[in-house]
């Protein structure tokens, strides 16, 4: 038996004054064959159309497989403003439908595809399912941001008075209809050929969709159709049609535009605001709140002035229109650290954290979900400007961890969360389709495993990007390491910055790094501290909302240039004859930055006298001092940007080491005279012997007194 079942749907809002309604037809199709429709997952295979399989079943049938669909455009996109009634007819049969276990077999729906702009309020998707138990469930979502976040308006379900344990076939309901009234109850009623409701329930929601939106048509297995036990089952669809009686209520003002249109600014900025429609008036607000025309923000032209931190919200509102959507717009600061150093090559990802300084941490202590028993946390990031990569180390004490040996879910188990968005557009998610793996910016999610055996750290933690799709860590660049050492869990990770990522490692787009970018780098720390659902905190260096779902809310910095240089060192010892190489020299810094002093760090002469070391970047002071030689300094030396060089000069003499030629030191050599080899603070010329050479030195450079800072 073939039934012909409609899905109606009604959003009714209070009285506009509007034309007429008018009935549109935006699809028709008797399924006679498969012109105009895409196999979307489930390919042709099993597909027939028209073909009388079992004596008197014909329309369109899928393949079988779980989630084969098939989908088809609409000939206008149904996008009526916030008043209207939406019709889905249908024609089905279902056939031997075994009813042991209760599962969705097939589902027809109209969709928004991404030709047609989202925005919140507007409807996303409406679909009828029908299970194998004879129940049937109808959902409506929409949109809830222009991000493509949805959420149920409709989620409802009822069992069918009728069908049979062993082989429903076909279903005696002519109708399904959805409406809603102005007190915001939505009411779902079935009425069988007769026209007698058979079956009736509701649900309230307050929110109205502002649009429609809707521009695709679509028909799905939700799993395969063959019975439990083998035997041939089937769902036949035939003579879908799609209509919509608009109402044409007026239209809405443009949405204002900002320029700058949000992002980071290092200080305070005026930003320009405008709108396409004649007459509008655009009020705004800096304190996250909805403008209203009562507001006191109308504004007049010339700028609006906004500080770093603050969201700028506007909304237009013009004679004979709607009030616009809202426009929005985050004007952000920088995140600590503010500045992220480049080290190129400077971290092994084994998670030993010893080449990590600490004043590089920054703390993870502003709660960001639930509640965290964590005793301290904290991370620091360095970036690659050679391979255009980012090192990130994060160290927790936790007292009290729960590992499992993979992801379970985002609350489950311990585990941190890094993000980072370099120059990658729209999407603002993180992946764009799931089924291709692409993304413009990267969630990384991992943790350390349960069970963790081998000296390979890297294989002690799993990981996922944004939590539901598989990393192949050498083909996306991605490396990651974790140790567990006493109460301390210790992370390090690797990841390469992409424009554009998919995660089969094919087709992906390489971000050039350079100084001065302002890049998104973001850490959570999840703390599963008890066995309890709400046992659950997490914890981050920002308590910035959706960073999860939307990259524009990650946490930004800027790229400076390298943390280390290498000093190279030049040396002339006055006065020796012998060779340079192996003559210990001590080495003081003095940074200007603070004029802070660092500790003594002996370095040794090569055959040329001279010496490296790698030092943080900055300009610096630097003083040299060798056995009996006074110190000498050289001030200014600029590692800011590069390398640096500095050239010393030391005076020879000093015997008794109080950086000082004087009449100490003339006592001490004299005493020493003709002695061989003698004391080698007195041996000035490095022949081995104290002599009438090393007593002409002395006397050279008495009275001289070594630099200092």
Not at 133 to 158: F, P
Not at 534 to 556: C, H
Request: include cysteine.
């Amino acid at each position: 038996m073939k039934t012909k079942m409609i899905l109606l749907v009604m959003f009714l809002v209070g009285a506009l004054e509007s034309p007429s309604p008018a009935t549109v037809t935006n699809f028709s199709s008797g399924m006679d064959d498969k012109t105009g429709w895409t196999a979307v997952e489930g390919g042709d295979a099993g597909y027939t159309a028209g073909i009388d399989m079992l004596g008197d079943r014909t329309g369109h049938h899928l393949s079988g497989s779980a989630t084969s669909q098939r989908q088809a455009f609409l000939d206008t996109p149904l996008n009526s403003g916030p008043g209207f009634t939406l019709t889905l007819g249908f024609d089905v049969m279902l056939h031997n439908f075994l009813a042991a276990v209760n599962e969705p077999v097939s589902r027809v729906g109209l969709l928004t595809s991404g030709g047609v702009s989202a925005h919140a309020g507007q409807l996303a998707q409406a679909w009828l399912t029908l299970r194998r138990q004879g129940s049937i469930e109808l959902q409506v979502l929409r949109y809830t941001d222009e991000i493509g976040t949805t959420e149920a308006i409709v989620n409802t379900s009822a069992s069918m008075p009728s069908g049979n344990a062993t082989g429903i076939s076909g279903y005696n309901y002519a109708s399904w209809t959805m409406t809603r009234d102005s007190n915001g109850m939505w009411t779902v009623s079935v009425l069988n050929a007769y026209g007698n409701i058979v079956l009736s329930f509701g649900t309230t929601e307050s929110t109205v969709a502002t649009s429609c939106g809707l521009d695709k048509v679509y028909i799905q297995d939700l799993y395969p159709t063959n019975n439990w036990d083998g035997s041939e089952a089937a769902v036949y669809w035939d003579n879908i049609s799609v209509s919509s009686d608009l109402t044409a209520p007026p239209l809405s003002a443009a949405t204002p535009v900002f320029y700058p249109d949000g992002g980071y600014i290092p200080e305070a900025t005026l930003v320009t605001l405008t709108c396409e429609t004649s007459g509008a008036l655009i009020y705004y607000t800096l304190d996250n709140t909805t403008p209203t025309e009562s507001n006191d923000n109308c504004f007049s032209g010339g700028y609006v002035l906004v500080e770093p931190g603050q969201t700028l919200m506007a909304r237009a509102f013009a004679p004979g229109y709607y009030p616009s959507l809202v426009k929005t717009a985050e004007y952000k600061s920088l995140n600590r650290p503010i500045d992220i150093t480049r080290a190129d090559g400077s971290v092994t990802v084994d998670g030993n954290l010893s080449e990590w300084q600490d004043d590089e941490f920054v703390p993870l202590d502003t709660p960001f979900y639930g509640t965290s028993q964590l005793d301290n946390a904290s991370y620091a990031v360095r970036w690659d400007g050679t391979t255009d990569q980012f090192y990130v180390a994060v160290k927790v004490k936790d007292t009290h961890p729960i590992f499992e040996d993979s992801y379970v879910d985002w609350d489950k188990q311990d585990g941190i969360e890094v993000y980072l968005h370099t120059t990658g557009g729209e999407p603002y998610n993180y992946y764009s389709d799931p089924n291709q793996f692409q993304s413009t910016a990267q969630q990384y999610v991992l943790g350390l495993k349960a069970t963790r055996t081998g000296t390979d750290t890297t294989q002690h933690v799993w990981v996922t990007h944004a939590g539901v799709m598989a990393v192949d860590r050498e083909k996306v660049g991605f490396q990651a390491a974790g140790v567990k050492a006493d109460d301390w869990l210790f992370y390090e990770v690797k990841m390469t910055a992409y424009e554009y990522l998919n995660l089969t490692g094919d087709n992906s787009t390489i971000s050039p790094l350079n100084i001065n970018d302002i890049v998104g780098v973001d850490v959570t720390v999840c703390d599963k501290w008890g066995t309890g659902e709400n046992d659950f905190g997490m914890m981050a260096e920002n308590n910035v909302v959706n960073k999860y779902t939307d990259w524009r809310k990650i946490g930004l910095h800027k790229l400076a240039g390298p943390m280390f240089y290498t000093l190279t060192g030049t040396v002339a010892l006055q006065g020796w004859t012998a060779s340079l190489a192996g003559i210990p020299v001590v080495v003081q810094l003095q940074d200007q930055a603070d004029m802070s002093i660092s500790g003594s760090v002996t370095k040794t002469l090569d055959a040329d006298g001279k010496f490296t070391m790698v030092i943080r970047a900055g300009m610096y002071n630097v003083r040299v001092k060798a056995s009996h030689w006074l110190s000498d300094v050289t001030s200014d030396v600029d590692m800011t940007a590069a390398d640096g060089a500095a050239s010393f000069s030391l005076v020879n003499g000093d015997c008794n080491g109080d950086n000082a030629v004087n009449s100490g030191d003339l006592s001490l050599l004299l005493m020493d005279m003709d002695s061989i080899p003698g004391d080698p603070s007195c041996d000035l010329d490095g022949d081995a012997e104290i002599t009438s050479t090393d007593l002409s030195i002395n006397l050279l450079y008495q009275e001289q007194v070594g630099d200092e800072f």
